[in-house]
Every structure is written in structure tokens, then in C-alpha cells.
């Protein structure tokens, strides 16, 4: 069974029946996996139904290191993703379905789940030293790898992927311009672009829709008249769909 937000998102729904309908041994990328369980996981999803593999990319040490055993086929990587390498901060909260790059996040994200990292309504890095790991309150902060997504594919030989979804509760804009469109090729991209901590500020859910859908428009994604749930989707213009009659 998909998790709560993935059966009212309908992602494995969307993306079978109107993107890749009995489309089988391909490639998906899932930024943002979580602990990767088959069981919550569109990438599983796929895996089973079609004989996709799956790379798998997620901040969280703890979340990564259940991937290993939720997913044992799939490539996993513990990093994040940036147009150079560097070190950032992974916060992790209470509520565990909120995680993500301190560096990344949205300021509605920030505000409402993670207020002790921020100074005046702003990130305070200083409050978030990079050595090691800590707790900062009821905060866990890591130190995690950011890399080009280019050094995690190339060693793969991987330019070209089929469906690639992006949920990284925030960051998604950021790690969108660190991709190098010119070496890595998608078919569809589905983008987390609406979160109820970002509805909180008035016009910031369409002020990054916009951003995203303009980003995207300029490296060959067409906006697709599917927009569900929290994300909106994108195909390539030289994609043609499997669609489920």
C-alpha cells in the first residue's frame, strides 16, 4: 500500500496510466526517497509491475541506511544534490515526513517546522555547526555530501532517465538548477510544488509553479495537464507517452 500523501497524489497512477502504461525495463529516479520501502514507493511500484530499476536519492543518513534493506535492487545513494560539491545541513524534526536541506528549504517550510534554526525570520547557519552530527533541541542536524547528480550517474554511464520524481520538501528549485540538462535527459518529471507550509504565505505555491514551469520550459519540458495532489508534472517535448486507453 502507497503512503497517505502518495494515494492522494495518485503519482504511480498518473505516471502508469498516462505516461508509461505497460512501458516495462525502465528507469526511475526518486530524489527525495525516503526510507525507500517498495510497500510507499512509486519507484516500487514500477519495480514490480514493469521491471524498472530505481536510483534512489535521499539526505537523511537514517532514511538512506533503511534503504539498503527496504530495497536491496535498487542503486541508493546517502547525498544531496548541488551544481558543486560541498557540505550541507540535514535537519530532520518530529514529524518525520518533514525533512530536508536547511540551505533549500522554502521559508514556509522553515517557519513552520524548523523556527530554532532561524534569526529574525532568517537561516542562521551559526546555529548549525558543520562538524559531525548534533541535536539541536528536538532538531537532528547531519552533515551531508552534495553533489552533482552528473558524478552520481556518469560513473553509472546514465544520461537518460525515464521518470523522475522530485520531492525535497522545499529545495526542488535548487536542485533543478544544479542539474546539467545539456548531460541528463528525462522523459517526465513530476515536482513537489505545493506544501501546506509554503499555502501558509499567501501566492508563494504559484509564485514557484511559475518559477519551476519557466525553469523547465527553457531546457524542453512542456507543462502537463496534469497537476494532482502536491505535484505538477512535465514531459519532454520528444516524448511520446504510453497512455492507458
Known amino acids: 500500500m502507497l503512503s497517505a500523501g502518495q494515494m492522494e497524489d495518485k503519482e504511480n497512477e498518473i505516471a502508469w496510466n498516462s ?4 512501458t516495462t525495463n525502465g528507469l526511475i529516479l526518486e530524489l527525495g526517497a525516503k526510507d525507500g520501502a517498495a510497500s510507499g514507493s512509486v519507484s516500487g511500484f514500477f519495480e514490480t509491475v514493469a521491471n524498472w530499476k530505481a536510483i ?18 535498487a542503486m541508493a545513494f546517502n547525498v544531496a544534490i548541488c551544481d558543486t560539491p560541498k557540505k550541507v545541513h540535514y535537519l530532520q524534526g518530529i514529524d518525520d515526513s518533514v525533512s530536508g536541506v536547511a540551505e533549500m528549504m522554502t521559508q514556509g517550510v522553515l517557519q513552520i517546522y524548523f523556527p530554532k534554526v532561524l ?32 558524478h552520481i550517474l556518469g560513473p553509472l554511464e546514465i544520461s537518460h532517465i525515464n521518470f523522475f520524481m522530485l520531492d525535497v520538501e522545499g529545495g526542488e528549485m535548487t536542485v533543478l538548477e544544479a542539474i546539467d540538462f545539456g548531460k541528463i535527459t528525462f ?8 506544501r501546506k507550509a509554503d499555502a501558509k504565505l499567501v ?15 527553457s531546457k524542453g519540458y512542456v507543462l502537463s495537464s496534469w497537476r494532482n495532489g502536491r505535484n505538477t508534472w512535465f514531459v519532454s517535448k520528444s516524448f511520446k507517452p504510453s497512455i492507458r486507453n
Not at 501566492?203 to 520550459?217: H, Y
Open 187 to 194: 522523459d517526465v518529471i513530476a515536482v513537489e510544488t505545493a
Open 56 to 73: 534512489l536519492i535521499e539526505g537523511s543518513p537514517s532514511s538512506a541506511t533503511k534503504i539498503l534493506t527496504n530495497r536491496p535492487e
Open 19 to 22: 505516461f508509461f502504461y505497460k
Open 119 to 150: 534569526t529574525e525570520g532568517k537561516l542562521d547557519l551559526h546555529k548549525m555547526p558543520m562538524a559531525g552530527n548534533m541535536t539541536l533541541k528536538d532538531i537532528q542536524v547531519a552533515s551531508v555530501d552534495c553533489l552533482p547528480l552528473t
Open 203 to 217: 501566492g508563494l505555491t504559484d509564485q514557484i509553479i511559475e518559477k519551476v514551469t519557466k525553469f523547465l520550459s
